[in-house]
């Protein structure tokens, strides 16, 4: 059963940093191409990037350019989201998505993906 699971959420002070992991479970990485979303409360889930299963190609909002960097192992299963330099407004529940196959020639859509992650919280916050 295909799962992907979040994890290194938590509590941050404003301009701290976090990595956000994602590990699959139950199918291969190597073939899909994956992304980071995330969904404040009250507000709409929104993009944050998404990268190609070989990392050739990434793509990120303009929210987070310069301060978030997405990345991948593939011979771990594991997606990252290196967040730096947090703001208050980066408080949202941050989730990763994957598809199979997909191709990237603009910033990936929430519509763009079949399976998700359960998401982990990020709260940042003196």
């Known amino acids: 059963q295909l799962q992907l699971v979040e994890s290194g959420g938590g509590l941050v002070q404003p301009g701290g940093s976090l990595r956000l992991s994602c590990t699959a479970s139950?199918?291969?990485?190597?073939?899909?191409?994956a992304a980071w979303f995330r969904q404040a409360p009250g507000k709409e889930r929104e993009t944050i990037s998404c990268?190609?299963?070989?990392?050739?190609?990434?793509k990120y909002a303009d929210f987070v350019k310069g301060r978030f960097t997405v990345s991948r192992d593939n011979a771990k299963n594991t997606v990252y989201l290196q967040m730096n330099s947090l703001k208050p407004e980066d408080t949202a529940v941050y989730y990763c998505?994957?598809?199979?196959?997909?191709?990237?020639?603009?910033?990936?859509?929430?519509?763009?993906?079949?399976?998700w992650g359960q998401g982990t919280q990020v709260t940042v916050s003196s």
């Open positions: 139950g199918f291969t990485l190597d073939f899909y191409t």
């Open positions: 998505a994957v598809e199979r196959g997909l191709l990237l020639f603009r910033l990936c859509m929430e519509s763009d993906f079949g399976s």
């Open positions: 990268i190609t299963r070989d990392s050739g190609t990434t």
